[in-house]
């Protein structure tokens, strides 16, 4: 059976700019074949499972030549497989998509073709800078600097300095270092017309330049970053709607983005962690998702041993997967929340507090330092003698809130109800970790940081940025080799806020 290819734009780099039709098309895909521009998000937003080919197209530079990815599709749908070519902004804008179709056309492979949002009209706009405007520009040209045939010819930039309006220039880096400016004022553009480079645009690691043309020719270096020529995404617009940018920047009302431009690898286990991810992107931040350990429920629970809560006076709950996996098996076993009336409800901190709320339970002790021991100690102090306490913990010991509760004589029993075991984000994070492309990891447990160390053998570990929840996550990841910090507050909220301090963004 033959299957079938989807030729998918992925957007100008912001994830969130990826189409829900392309969304769902790689959600269902076999295998997708990428290119370099597509964002780092996206591709770690891939399934695990779905093979990924990178074609990793650079300037000058093709690991994958068209005729080999032509080779690739044609292979990998004739064995009956969804493939998805995956191609950063809109697959027909300068992105060889035409003739990706014509030769599976030619060959009877059904093909479908999903656009996506193009760099050319995105990109400007992520910088404020609207391509046409009323009065000022009433069109738009877009060219390609580096194509099959070479820069664009001098009558074809005559023709666009003739028309008037803007001027959009893709895949033109290399060429700002050398001609560019030269070669726009010889066509009959004036030299002081405004300018802009926008390197890495509707990225989190997006960087402006104004200028004008005469600035382009005379001083290429002092708006592109070195290396820039061969490695970044850089576009060049060209004409008055520069001028646009700082006021329309002023009048925006700008979100705080504590966060811009930082890669944060992200450990805890799922779903929680694609709720972190979505926190950091929302701060400007890029996530890598990578949870280390996952949460089961232990061996040994019972429906019927959750049910037996009601007796205990105090309830204390370790974290906040403990939360979710009682209330789960006390409902499912027939459980009312009626019978826990009369029991008080401990927490170690504000994450686990929440999860309690979401139930309907506020919890009756908060210690004021998020550990097993803080908890332990504070909650030695409100227990009656005659009072029994029951722990809802995980099978690994909380590190010192079973012996702050003996030293003290509190009467309580444990009830393990989950467990965690190590598992492994997608190779694409994995990658990106191994190559180093990250600034720091948020750990949220003791068991994530020794997971992650499991996880990555070779890495030099006192090169390790660790940002941990609280200190016995900072302890674990002490003994482990990491460079350590530890949140002030023991929320995730309060990871973000010293990841942004330890990071100041320019």
């Known amino acids: 059976m033959t299957g079938k290819v989807w030729l998918v734009g992925a957007g100008p780099g912001d994830p969130g700019l990826l189409t829900q039709s392309g969304k769902a098309v790689l959600d269902a895909a076999d295998t997708v ?14 399934p695990v499972g779905v093979e990924l080919i990178d074609a990793g197209k650079y300037p000058s530079r093709h690991p994958l030549p068209q005729e080999e990815i032509n080779r690739i599709m044609l292979a990998e749908a004739r064995k009956g497989k969804r493939v998805v070519r995956l191609k950063g902004g809109d697959p027909f804008l300068f992105g060889r998509g035409g003739e990706e179709v014509l030769f599976l056309a030619a060959r009877g492979i059904p093909c479908e073709v999903i656009p996506g949002v193009s760099s050319a009209l995105a990109v400007p706009a992520a910088a404020g800078i609207p391509v046409t405007h009323r009065g000022i520009s009433a069109a738009a040209h877009i060219i390609a600097w580096h194509g099959k045939d070479g820069p664009p010819a001098a009558e074809t930039l005559k023709s666009i300095a003739g028309a008037g309006g803007t001027l959009v220039i893709l895949m033109g880096a290399a060429a700002l ?7 726009l004022t010889e066509a009959g553009f004036d030299p002081e017309t405004p300018a802009a480079v926008i390197e890495e645009g509707a990225t989190p690691r997006q960087r402006v330049r104004l200028t004008t043309l005469r600035g382009l020719a ?5 708006v592109i970053r070195p290396g820039a020529g061969s490695l970044s995404p850089a576009l060049v617009v060209v004409g008055e709607v520069c001028s646009l940018r700082e006021i329309f920047l002023r009048a925006e009302a700008v979100t705080e983005a504590p966060l811009r431009g930082l890669r944060v690898v992200v450990t805890r286990p799922e779903p929680q962690n694609a709720e972190l991810c979505r926190n950091i992107r929302a701060l400007g931040g890029e996530a890598i998702p990578f949870p280390c350990i996952k949460t089961l429920p232990s061996r040994g629970i019972s429906d019927g041993a959750c049910l037996e809560a009601g007796r205990y006076r105090w309830l204390l709950f370790t974290g906040a997967a403990g939360v979710e996996i009682f209330f789960e098996r006390y409902l499912r076993g027939g459980g009312d929340f009626r019978s826990l009336g009369g029991c ?16 309907g339970f506020i919890p009756d002790f908060v210690p004021a330092v998020y550990n097993g021991r803080g908890l332990g100690e504070g909650l030695a102090e409100k227990i009656a003698p005659h009072e029994k306490a029951l722990i ?5 010991n909380s590190p010192g809130l079973f012996e702050a509760l003996g030293e003290r004589g509190v009467c309580f029993d444990k009830l393990a109800v989950y467990r965690t075991v190590p598992c492994e984000g997608g190779p694409a994070a994995r990658k990106a970790i191994e190559d180093g492309d990250f600034d720091c990891v948020f750990f949220t447990s003791p068991s994530s940081a020794a997971a992650f160390v499991e996880a990555f053998p070779a890495m030099k570990l006192p090169g390790i940025t660790a940002l941990c929840i609280g200190e016995t996550t900072a302890i674990r990841a002490r003994e482990l080799g990491m460079s350590v910090h530890t949140a ?19």
Not at 177 to 183: F, L, P
Not at 488 to 506: D, I, K, N, S, V
Request: with cysteine.
């Open 344 to 359: 008080r409800f401990a927490a170690p901190g504000p994450a686990t507090a929440e999860a309690l709320a979401k139930h």
């Open 33 to 46: 074949i990428h290119d370099r521009l597509v964002s780092g998000e996206i591709i770690r937003s891939i």
């Open 488 to 506: 002030g507050e023991a929320t995730t909220r309060g990871m973000c806020r010293l990841a942004g301090e330890l990071f100041p963004r320019p």
């Open 177 to 183: 270092r050398r001609d560019m400016g030269e070669r």
């Open 218 to 222: 005379e001083a290429p270096e002092t």
């Open 392 to 396: 809802i913990c995980p099978e690994e």
